[in-house]
């Protein structure tokens, strides 16, 4: 270690000497930081904080930030990793150049996007990728990587809504942008192999989503070595097996993958593999492995949805704190960029105070909500909510629209169930942490509209609202995947979105009719005759 930062040490100082700030020797410092964020983070973090003390150039300064903060959100410390991009130098925006403004938006998008903020994040890279001057600069190898990762950031955010047509085609255009001359390259490359398998197989594509995998691993593994992308490609492999219900197949996978780093803190794989083992084992009917590794899920994932909420608080102060760098940097319109920014920030935070008042109430609402939903008939609906037609009920609702009609004019309403829409297409509603708040800050909405618009479209609060959604998604899951007839009515409950056990089944039987147990008992019936 000392003989590495020795040499690191040397080399910097002939770097400045001989070449000033525009050395060519940066590139391939930045390089190997890059590669290290792949082997191991906290060898990254060390490396590029001692890159960062010797070099005076803000441009690499800035680049070396947002490997750093890569680092952490691999690590899941998502406070930390939004500090470290609120470390910005001193200057005038005048004096950055084109890079440093195009890349401290990029920066933005993928903090948004770690923190669960898809739709933010597809704005700002929207915006980006639709300015030509971005394209004119493409020959400036900086430049270039940095749309392919911002196409790549977008396919994950179109992935997350589950447009996979949107997705594969924003990886095509990233590795157009792609090139064998550094490891960056070849890294974001594979990544990108990793990701098109993945959504191949959600298009129910699985043969060629396995082939991909395993040519990937294969050259992966003849390569210098890269223990993320190597776990990552088997925990999605371990998917194709699971599908195929070989669950042994799948749980091999995952063990090659949690070996490569077992000792090394990439939580927010981790996380994953720890889920998929749990699920594999609990097919497997293997209780003492399932309650081990579901353990472990639990535990970490405690932690990361902590730190999420914290990483959201953080990034408030690092929109406030960079103001005059507004998401669109176009030079004509300079005063209507500071307000957008401004308005994002309004909307931040009042959707983060809206988030804990909420939070505050939970107990009062759930009470509310066993009320409204002992009114309930039974719900025959599937996975999907659609917006309910003019009914009786609708009618009462239309008048006091018309009563109060200044609240929300008919567009931004039906722009709002239009968003409800694709993200009913979502599953993020079983994230147990959801909350109106934390809804709009995803959709980019009003937290005030977008309770007036729920209660008067869909008939009732926001607490029913998700409640409805998660048990319908189980229920649709229970009668299409025999495999789920296996789960204990307490996984069901977590798996669902659920804080108990207790809660699960009263709102199960208030939209069903029936208690979860009963319930199973019949599809079970059906399924033998």
Not at 303 to 308: A, V, Y
Not at 311 to 338: A, C, D, M, P, W
Not at 408 to 421: A, R, W
Not at 496 to 524: C, L, R, W
Request: hydrophobic share 35%; glycine share 2%.
């Amino acid at each position: 270690m000392l003989k590495s930062n020795a040499q690191l040490l040397i080399l910097l100082f002939f770097s400045v000497f001989v070449n000033g700030q525009s050395s060519p020797d940066f590139n391939i410092l930045a390089d190997k930081a890059f590669q290290k964020l792949y082997q191991n983070p906290d060898d990254c973090i060390s490396y590029s904080q001692s890159l960062l003390i010797s070099d005076q150039s803000i441009e690499h300064k800035i680049v070396l930030q947002n490997i750093i903060s890569q680092a952490y959100a691999m690590k899941g410390d998502y406070v930390q990793s939004v500090n470290i991009l609120s470390q910005k130098e001193n200057g005038e925006k005048e004096s950055f150049s084109y890079f440093m403004q195009m890349f401290g938006d990029y920066n933005l998008a993928d903090q948004y996007q770690n923190l669960d903020l898809y739709n933010q994040s597809q704005e700002i890279i929207s915006n980006l990728l639709s300015d030509n001057k971005l394209f004119n600069k493409s020959e400036n190898p900086k430049i270039k990587i940095t749309i392919a990762k911002l196409y790549q950031l977008q396919a994950l955010n179109f992935g997350i809504n589950r447009n996979y047509v949107s997705a594969l085609e924003n990886l095509d255009k990233s590795d157009q942008f792609i090139n064998d001359k550094n490891e960056e390259n070849k890294i974001i490359g594979t990544e990108n192999k990793i990701f098109r398998s993945s959504y191949l197989m959600r298009q129910n594509k699985l043969e060629d989503s396995r082939k991909l995998l395993e040519k990937t691993i294969y050259n992966i593994n003849n390569q210098e070595n890269n223990t993320f992308l190597y776990a990552l490609a088997y925990e999605n492999l371990s998917r194709y097996f699971f599908l195929k219900e070989d669950y042994n197949s799948s749980i091999q996978n995952l063990e090659k993958g949690l070996l490569k780093i077992e000792n090394i803190p990439y939580d927010g794989l981790k996380i994953k593999i720890y889920e998929s083992l749990a699920k594999s084992y609990l097919a497997l009917h293997n209780d003492e492995k399932y309650h081990y590794y579901n353990k472990l899920y639990i535990d970490l994932k405690t932690k990361l949805d902590s730190n999420t909420k914290e990483g959201i608080r953080y990034i408030v102060k690092l929109v406030e704190n960079h103001q005059s760098q507004n998401l669109e940097f176009q030079e004509q319109n300079e005063s209507k960029k500071f307000w957008t920014l401004t308005s994002i920030i309004l909307l931040i935070i009042i959707s983060l105070i809206s988030y804990f008042l909420i939070a505050t109430r939970r107990n009062k609402d759930l009470k509310k909500q066993l009320d409204f939903f002992e009114k309930q008939k039974k719900w025959e609906q599937t996975i999907h909510i659609t917006v309910p037609k003019t009914e009786e009920p609708i009618i009462i609702v239309d008048k006091i629209i018309e009563k109060d009609s200044n609240k929300i004019s008919k567009e931004k309403e039906d722009e709002i169930l239009q968003k409800l829409e694709e993200w009913e297409h979502t599953d993020r509603y079983l994230n147990k942490n959801m909350s109106l708040s934390m809804l709009s800050a995803q959709m980019g909405v009003n937290t005030k509209y977008l309770s007036e618009v729920i209660n008067t479209t869909k008939g009732k609060n926001f607490n029913g609202y998700i409640n409805e959604l998660r048990i319908n998604h189980i229920a649709h899951l229970l009668k299409t995947d025999c495999t789920y007839l296996n789960y204990k009515v307490s996984y069901l409950a977590e798996f669902s979105g659920f804080s108990s056990h207790s809660a699960f089944t009263t709102v199960f039987k208030s939209v069903t009719g029936m208690s979860p147990n009963v319930y199973i008992q019949e599809i079970s019936k059906n399924r033998a005759s």
